[in-house]
C-alpha cells in the first residue's frame, strides 16, 4: 500500500475549510489534509458572537441564494431546515434625505427608463442624460464599471445607484474595480445598449421566478464554520491555528511548508489566504508570482454594531438601511437596520439591531480609536436620519485589509500569477476572496475547483 498524499490548506476562511473537506470526502484515506491558519480561531472574516441577547455576525449576515454553492454547502452541512431569509423591508439610498432604492435595478443599472424617471434621487437633467443610453453608440476599451456607466447613463446613475449598490457589497471605488469581476453587469455590455440588456434580462428572470435572494442560518453564518470545522475533523483532517505560513520551499518531491511553530511536508497545497500576506511566503518559490501578489490592494472597514433602545426609534423607519453614495460620504457608508431586515434578530426589549459601515476603497477610518468611530457613526447617523441615539449596547468589529479589490484588468493579473506559479510550483493552487470572486458563494465554489484541481494533481504522482 503506497503512503497517503499530504495535502496543505493555507487558511482557515470559509474557502480553506470547504477545499478541505471537499479533498476529504472525495478522497477517502488516500490523502491527509492539514489546514494551517494564523489567527488564534477559524473562520476568517466569518464571525457570529453574542450580542443584545443574540447572536449576532460581525462581518456577512447572508449570502447570496440565487447561484448554488454556498446553499448546496448549507444542505450538505445539514442547515437546509434551520435557513432564513430577510424580511421584505426595503432598502434606501441617502442623498440630502432618504429616497427608496427604485424597483426595475440590475445592481444599479436601469433595466426601465421608470426606474429613475420617478425616483427624487436623479435631477431632471441627470433623467435626461439617463434616458438617451439606448441612442449611444458603444461603449469599448474599458473594464472599470465607473467609467463605462459613466459613458452610457452619465454620472448621476453611476454616483447615485450604481456605485452605492457595488460600493456596498464590495467596499469599492467602483470608478477602479474590474467589470469582469462583476458578472451581472459584465453580462449587460455584450450588447451596445445596457438599459435594453438589463430590461431583457430582468424579463427573463421574471419567467423563472427564484426563490429569497439572501440566505443565512438562523444562528448566524458562524454556523457554517462551527459545522465545517466538526466536519473536517470528523473526516481526519487537521486544523492547526497560531500557524502563520511565513515560507514554501520546493524539494525533491512536494514541498515544505515553513511556519511560526514548526513546518510540514506537502505533496500539494491550496493557498486559500488573502493575495497579500501570501506574497511572503510564495517568494522562495517565485519571484514573480510574490510580486503580482504583493500588488494586490485590500480595502479595510469597520462595522459597528449597535442596540437602540425601542423608545429612541422613530416608527417612521421601517425599511431595511440605506447606502450613501460617495459624493456625499463623510464615514459612513452604509446602515443596517438589522432588526427590521431579520426577524430573528429582534431583542425581547424592541430594541433595534443597527449594523453601521464606515470605510471603503480610498476612504480609510481603521486609524480612529473605537470611541471617534463611535461618534463619528452617531453623527453621521444624525444628519442622516435626524435622530440622537444613545446606544444601550456596542460593538466594534475591525476588518482590516478584509475587501480586495479587483482592480481593473483582475483576471489578467490572475492569469499571469498562475501561469507563473503553476511553471515555477507544480500543484499549489489558489482559492478565496482575492482570485475568482469576493462573497461567500465565490469562496466555496472555488474551494471546491481547488480541491479537484489538487485531486487532479495528486493522480498524476507516481507512488
Ligand atoms: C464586514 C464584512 C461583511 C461581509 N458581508 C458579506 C455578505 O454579506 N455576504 C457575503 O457573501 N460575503 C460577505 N463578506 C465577504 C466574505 O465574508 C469573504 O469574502 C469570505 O468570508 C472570505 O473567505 P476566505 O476564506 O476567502 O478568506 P478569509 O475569511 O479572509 O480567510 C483567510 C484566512 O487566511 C488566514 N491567513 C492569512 N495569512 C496567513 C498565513 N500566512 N498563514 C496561515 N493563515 C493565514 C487568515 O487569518 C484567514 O483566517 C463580508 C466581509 C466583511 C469583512
Known amino acids: ?25 472525495n478522497s477517502s484515506d488516500t490523502v491527509k489534509v492539514t489546514v494551517l491558519e494564523a489567527a ?19 462581518g456577512p449576515d447572508a449570502f447570496l441564494a440565487r447561484v448554488p454553492w454556498a446553499t448546496q454547502l448549507a444542505s450538505e452541512l445539514g442547515l437546509g431546515a434551520s435557513m432564513t431569509s430577510p424580511t421584505d423591508a426595503h432598502a434606501s439610498i441617502w442623498h440630502n434625505g432618504l429616497h427608496n432604492i427604485p424597483g426595475d435595478l440590475m445592481l444599479g443599472v436601469p433595466a426601465k427608463v421608470r426606474a429613475f424617471a420617478t425616483s427624487g434621487l436623479i435631477s431632471p437633467l441627470g433623467k435626461l442624460r439617463a434616458a438617451i443610453e439606448p441612442l449611444l453608440p458603444a461603449t469599448t476599451d474599458t473594464d472599470s464599471i465607473g467609467e463605462y456607466v459613466r459613458s452610457r447613463f452619465g454620472n448621476q446613475i453611476q454616483e447615485r445607484l450604481v456605485d452605492p449598490l457595488i460600493g456596498s457589497i464590495y467596499a469599492a471605488d467602483s470608478d477602479n474595480f474590474s467589470m469582469a469581476a462583476v458578472p451581472q453587469i459584465a453580462s449587460l455590455t455584450a450588447s451596445r445598449s445596457m438599459l435594453l440588456a438589463a430590461g431583457k434580462a430582468r424579463a427573463a428572470a421574471a419567467k423563472n421566478p427564484a426563490g429569497p435572494i439572501f440566505a443565512t442560518p438562523k ?20 486544523i492547526l491555528t497560531g500557524e502563520s505560513v511565513s515560507a514554501i520551499e520546493k524539494e525533491n518531491t512536494g514541498y515544505t511548508v515553513f511556519t511560526s511553530r514548526g513546518q510540514h511536508r506537502a505533496d500539494a497545497i491550496v493557498i486559500a489566504s488573502p493575495a497579500k500576506p501570501s506574497s511572503n511566503f510564495v517568494r522562495p518559490l517565485d519571484t514573480r508570482a510574490a510580486d503580482l501578489l504583493g500588488q494586490w490592494s485590500h480595502a479595510s472597514v469597520v462595522l459597528i454594531t449597535m442596540a437602540i433602545p425601542a423608545s429612541q426609534w422613530p416608527a417612521r423607519l421601517k425599511g431595511s438601511g440605506y447606502l450613501v453614495p460617495k459624493p456625499d460620504q463623510r464615514w459612513v457608508s452604509a446602515a443596517s437596520f438589522g432588526s427590521n431586515k431579520w426577524a430573528h434578530w429582534r431583542p425581547d426589549d424592541g430594541s433595534m439591531i443597527l449594523r ?47 475587501f480586495p479589490q479587483y482592480r481593473p484588468h483582475h483576471f489578467a493579473r490572475l492569469a499571469e500569477l498562475e501561469h507563473s506559479l503553476g511553471s515555477a510550483a507544480p500543484g499549489i493552487v489558489f482559492a478565496g476572496a482575492s482570485y475568482r470572486g469576493i462573497g461567500i458563494p465565490a469562496c466555496v465554489q472555488q474551494a471546491r475547483a481547488a480541491a479537484d484541481a489538487t485531486l487532479s494533481h495528486l493522480a498524476t504522482l507516481h507512488s
Open 356 to 402: 453601521v459601515s464606515l470605510g471603503r476603497d480610498g476612504l480609510e477610518v481603521l486609524h480612529f480609536d473605537n470611541d471617534k468611530l463611535i461618534n463619528l457613526a452617531l453623527a453621521d447617523m444624525k444628519l442622516h436620519l435626524g435622530v440622537d441615539m444613545t446606544p444601550s449596547e456596542i460593538r466594534v468589529s475591525r476588518w482590516a485589509e478584509s
Open 1 to 25: 500500500m503506497s503512503e497517503p498524499r499530504q495535502v496543505v490548506i493555507i487558511g482557515a476562511g470559509v474557502a480553506g475549510l470547504t477545499s478541505a473537506l471537499t479533498l476529504l470526502t
Open 40 to 58: 488564534s480561531t477559524v473562520g476568517g472574516q466569518i464571525r457570529t458572537t453574542p450580542f443584545a441577547g443574540l447572536s449576532i455576525d460581525e
Open 219 to 238: 444562528r448566524g453564518i458562524g454556523a457554517l464554520i462551527e459545522l465545517l470545522t466538526q466536519r473536517v475533523t470528523a473526516l481526519g483532517g487537521h
